[in-house]
């Protein structure tokens, strides 16, 4: 980021997402990580231990100025916070100060939820990290090659810094943040409710959930791998993309008498009927028998 040094940033939040981003960009002198906000002082020494740098603070009160500002609360708290990092800058101005940037990492949220922030001069903006951070461990050497979704008036001063990191960075419009989270949460949060409902199924066949998974392990990679090189579409295999009535009414009878949730395999096969309409290769009587089959 050049021969001076590099901007101070405060963090208000540091769970797995911001101990994660501190600690890459500390490692890559992308940011001089300043003081760290979280529920406990205890939980902000762990957070500043992992990072590497950082100082544990109690409150905003005790942090001293920065040129950048990360909010990573739930998405719940963001804007209470906000409002009281309003509070804290404005208390704290001297004439000619220049305000920071303050951005927040949330999926669903806009950089309107920061609203007040900008209103008294702030930069403000949004980044969501499309990762998943089960834990800052593995994030921190996995991170590389992941997106980040900017939106709002700064991202062109968060860029350069995800960048620096490995972040593939793109750009979308405020009216359009929450559609996008969904379209995520329906590949990767609902793929761990899938899962878990294959599972069930493969236990009342008798086979135990660590058995199912690692029958399961080979093609989902390999399913997986096919519908991001291929489309969904070319990767679709199985009893709909046959037109194979016949199995489908046979699965539901048996998930109805084990009591496992037959509606939802119904949904998830018209959504697989739909795409399987569009590869052109059923014929209309197939189409029909799977609709019925599934209604």
């Known amino acids: 980021m050049g021969n001076t040094a590099p901007p101070r940033l405060n963090i208000i939040g540091a769970g797995h997402l911001g101990q994660t981003l501190a600690h890459l960009w500390h490692s890559a002198a992308v940011f001089t990580i300043g003081?760290?906000?979280?529920?406990?002082?205890?939980?902000?020494?762990?957070?500043?231990?992992?990072?590497g740098a950082g100082t544990a603070a109690e409150s905003l009160n005790a942090c001293a100025p920065a040129e950048f500002w990360l909010i990573s609360v739930p998405d719940s708290a963001i804007a209470e916070v906000a409002t009281a990092l309003e509070a804290h800058l404005s208390a704290n101005a001297s004439a000619g100060d220049s305000r920071p940037c303050v951005f927040h990492c949330s999926g669903a949220l806009s950089s309107e939820v920061l609203a007040e922030l900008a209103e008294?001069?702030?930069?403000?903006?949004?980044?969501?990290?499309?990762?998943?951070?089960?834990?800052?461990?593995?994030?921190?050497?996995?991170?590389?090659?992941?997106?980040?979704?900017?939106e709002g008036p700064a991202t062109k001063l968060l860029e350069t810094r995800f960048s620096a990191?490995?972040?593939?960075?793109?750009?979308l419009q405020a009216s359009d943040k929450s559609l996008y989270h969904c379209a995520t949460a329906i590949a990767c949060n609902y793929l761990s409710g899938l899962m878990d409902y294959s599972f069930s199924v493969f236990e009342q066949a008798g086979i135990p959930r660590e058995q199912a998974a690692q029958l399961l392990a080979p093609i989902t990679a390999q399913t997986l791998d096919n519908n991001m090189q291929l489309g969904p579409a070319r990767a679709l295999t199985g009893p709909i993309a046959r037109g194979d009535a016949a199995t489908v009414r046979d699965h539901?009878?048996?998930?109805?008498?084990?009591?496992?949730?037959?509606?939802?395999?119904?949904?998830?096969?018209q959504q697989t009927l739909q795409l399987a309409e569009r590869n052109g290769k059923l014929s209309e009587e197939q189409v029909r028998a799977l609709r019925e089959a599934l209604s």
């Open 165 to 171: 990191i490995g972040a593939h960075c793109f750009h």
């Open 120 to 150: 008294c001069g702030c930069e403000v903006a949004s980044a969501h990290p499309v990762h998943s951070f089960a834990t800052p461990e593995k994030s921190v050497s996995q991170f590389t090659g992941s997106w980040v979704a900017l």
């Open 252 to 269: 539901l009878r048996q998930l109805q008498a084990r009591g496992l949730n037959p509606d939802l395999y119904r949904s998830l096969g």
């Open 35 to 51: 003081e760290i906000v979280n529920r406990t002082l205890e939980s902000s020494a762990r957070a500043a231990g992992f990072i």
